[in-house]
């Protein structure tokens, strides 16, 4: 099997990301306990890939919980959960959750890990491909689709006017996802 996409080797981190497509989960909380728990020591989050900008989404995210932790300004407890509520821009776990967060209906799946070497990360996406209950298929984090550009629009706010500023110097794939991880970025600039 392929590795997942290497989003980030910095501030002693590694991070890749894994996409899963044909995802079928009844119970989501106990589904990923069971993973994390499986994937330890690596850190492990999950995030619906519909909702995912493509690897610039994450790993900006990934680089804003790190730096929001090394300075002591994080908003949550663990590196899982700031990842979150800097993809997704919010300030509240809950509302985080619910904006890029699995649910039942959920069929497309970008499992990020974050770990302190390759090893380890190599370990964990190994494990992961037998744990997740799909088919591989990193294609599925991409912003490649008009539907999930509209969805992804809709989802973070971005306005026609906002990507016309920015389309000049991007196409509108590219300028949508720098628009929603600035969104997450100005996350640290809240109080």
């Known amino acids: ?14 991070a890749t990301v894994l ?27 999950f995030l619906d890939a519909e909702r995912i900008a493509g690897p610039v989404h994450l790993t900006f995210a990934v680089l804003n919980a790190l730096q929001a932790f090394n300075q002591r300004r994080n908003l949550s407890k663990s590196l899982e ?10 300030r509240q776990i809950g509302k985080a959750i619910e904006m890029l967060g699995l649910r039942r209906d959920t069929t497309t ?16 996406e190994a494990q992961a491909v037998e744990l997740v209950p799909g088919k591989r298929d990193d294609r599925v984090i991409a912003l490649d689709r008009e539907a999930k550009r509209l969805g992804l629009q809709a989802l973070f ?8 500023a920015v389309a000049p110097r991007l196409d509108r794939q590219q300028a949508l996802a720098w628009l929603i991880v600035e969104r997450g970025a100005l996350l640290a600039t809240q109080s």
């Open 19 to 45: 996409g899963f497509t044909d995802v079928r989960v009844n119970d989501v909380t106990s589904f990923m306990e069971r993973v994390r728990c499986s994937l330890m020591p690596a850190t492990v989050q």
């Open 81 to 90: 959960v700031e990842v979150l509520l800097y993809a997704s821009g919010q």
């Open 157 to 164: 706010g971005v306005t026609e006017l906002e990507l016309a």
């Open 109 to 124: 799946v970008a499992l990020l890990l974050l770990g302190s070497n390759a090893v380890a990360i190599n370990e964990a």
């Open 1 to 14: 099997m392929a590795p997942g996409i290497a989003i980030l080797n910095e501030h002693g981190t590694e």
